[in-house]
């Protein structure tokens, strides 16, 4: 099959090479495991979430970290690319055009296109990859879900997501990792 751009369409499974060979036409494609995904730009409310956090982070991030804002890549491995709304990532982790390891921290900012993708699908991607953090925020409910890596007991090495907060409105999300910081899902929005 051919695109309009005239490219023949790669078959599945996707690499991100053949992601790299789609023109820019102003949509996020991000792909996981071999399968591409393509979303609208975001809503006013979710980028201003993004704006606030980034705000809040950007002056206690530690030197040896950098936050990123989307659109920037996130290669796991060659049939994963994603792009989160804003990472945490050690500086020497980073090239100019993507990290090409896990993030420390992964935040996603719900949006009504992509709430199961990124709930379900981009959360099993960043725990099997070994991000340590992942934050989902609800800008029209104004909730923060943080989930970090965990080894549960009796198991040897295997690391999953525990939920280790849920807050909404003026509640204090009190994080640790990866730099501490208190976030209130109430003053993410204008």
Do not use: N
Request: hydrophobic share 40%.
């Amino acid at each position: 099959m051919t695109l309009s751009s005239g490219l023949s369409r790669p078959a599945l499974p996707m690499t991100r090479a053949d992601l790299d060979a789609i023109p820019d036409d102003g949509y996020r494609r991000e792909l996981i495991d071999g399968v591409l995904v393509v979303t609208p730009s975001p809503s006013w409310e979710h980028q201003d979430v993004v704006l606030r956090l980034s705000a809040l982070l950007l002056p206690l991030c530690p030197q040896d970290l950098t936050l990123v804002v989307a659109p920037y890549d996130v290669h796991l491995d060659d049939s994963s690319s994603l792009i989160p709304d804003l990472l945490v990532a050690r500086r020497t982790d980073m090239t100019s055009r993507a990290l090409t390891s896990a993030p420390l921290l992964a935040v996603e900012v719900l949006s009504p296109s992509t709430r199961r993708f990124d709930l379900h699908t981009k959360r099993a991607r960043y725990e099997a990859a070994g991000t340590p953090s992942y934050w989902v925020i609800d800008p029209l409910e104004l909730t923060l879900t943080a989930w970090e890596l965990s080894i549960p007991k009796g198991a040897e090495g295997e690391q999953q997501y525990v939920e280790v907060a849920h807050v909404s409105g003026d509640a204090v999300f009190s994080a640790r990792r990866p730099f501490a910081v208190d976030v209130v899902p109430a003053r993410l929005r204008h």
